[in-house]
């Protein structure tokens, strides 16, 4: 919704395109469809379940491609989220971030590879097992970021121990995509659901984000999510300008998501292009 509503208010058309209804990855290669896309189209944007859809794109299109999620990271979540932080303490230096609940996921990869990209630091606590571990790929890919930009990352064992004076505290719902919601699943995360108790172990100042959906009762409880700590709704709300801006700055080729080197050897990769097709379509 963000996107599309972003798009019509830079003055473009979106066109709505549902992978469920349509031959992509099957009759059709995602190559294909990128290279048919960038004929028609200025940008596009694809929410898959695999990095390999997004890498199947990008490979052949001819027009910038955007990330709106997929099973390894949210880049989109991640600008709308680093905004309302900013926003809301000034600066992202120094900011510690708590994150509760189901650490395998995309957001939580996303938000690690931000504190150590951006300087700040990202505490994560969740349960222990084989359907809970953090991959070695993403820690190994943290660490090096950290290394170059002076963020940091910690594994906690418990609840209190990543919240412990944090600025945030984020969760995500429980129900991941791919993963069967059971009552055992649950049982297992609950020690790590934010409460009222749990918010009180970070500053008193502290904000709590999710970037929903949410489930209250599951990963937060009601009285968390709409309390005066909860910024939930200014942070979904911030989607739409920090998306608007990605897109204009991609179609108007003020940045690149590809290497200058490789962008400069598509045909199509220029501001011209897009001026010739007058509106904009996503």
């Keep these: ?17 549902m992978t469920g209804d349509s031959p992509l990855g099957k009759k059709e290669t995602y190559g294909d469809t990128g290279a048919c896309l960038s004929r028609y189209v200025a940008a ?13 794109l990008t490979a052949t299109a001819n027009v910038p491609v955007v990330n709106a999620l997929d099973d390894w990271a949210h880049p989109m979540q991640m600008l709308a989220d680093l905004q309302t932080i900013e926003e809301k303490f000034g600066s992202l230096k120094g900011v510690r971030m708590a994150y509760l609940g189901d650490i395998r996921n995309n957001v939580t ?39 170059a930009h002076g963020g940091k990352v910690e594994v906690c064992a418990t609840a209190a121990e990543a919240v412990a004076g944090a600025d ?27 409460t009222e108790a749990v918010m009180a172990q970070a500053k ?13 009762g599951e990963e937060q409880t009601a009285a968390v999510i709409d309390g005066p700590q909860s910024v939930v709704f200014d942070q ?24 200058p080197a490789r962008c400069a050897e598509r045909r199509r990769c220029s501001s011209s292009s897009t001026a010739r097709r007058g509106n904009t379509q996503l």
Excluded at 3 to 16: F, Y
Excluded at 112 to 141: I, N
Excluded at 182 to 192: S, V
Excluded at 239 to 258: D, G, N
């Design 204 to 216: 008193p100042d502290a904000i709590f984000m999710n970037c929903l959906p949410a489930m209250r």
């Design 168 to 194: 945030i505290v984020y969760t995500d719902s429980w129900q991941s995509y791919g993963i069967k919601q059971t009552e055992e699943r649950i049982a297992t995360l609950m020690p790590f659901q934010v």
């Design 1 to 17: 919704m963000s996107l599309e509503v972003g798009m019509t208010e830079l003055g473009g058309h979106a066109i709505s395109f």
């Design 44 to 56: 596009i944007t694809a929410r898959v379940t695999s990095r390999e859809q997004i890498n199947g």
């Design 109 to 147: 990869y996303d938000l690690m590879r931000s504190g150590a990209l951006m300087g700040f630091t990202v505490a994560v606590g969740g349960p222990k097992g084989a359907d809970f571990e953090l991959e070695d790929g993403v820690l190994q890919e943290c660490e090096a970021l950290s290394a």
């Design 236 to 259: 979904a709300e911030t989607r739409l300008p920090a998306h608007m801006a990605l897109l204009y700055l991609l179609i108007t080729r003020q940045i690149c998501e590809r290497a």
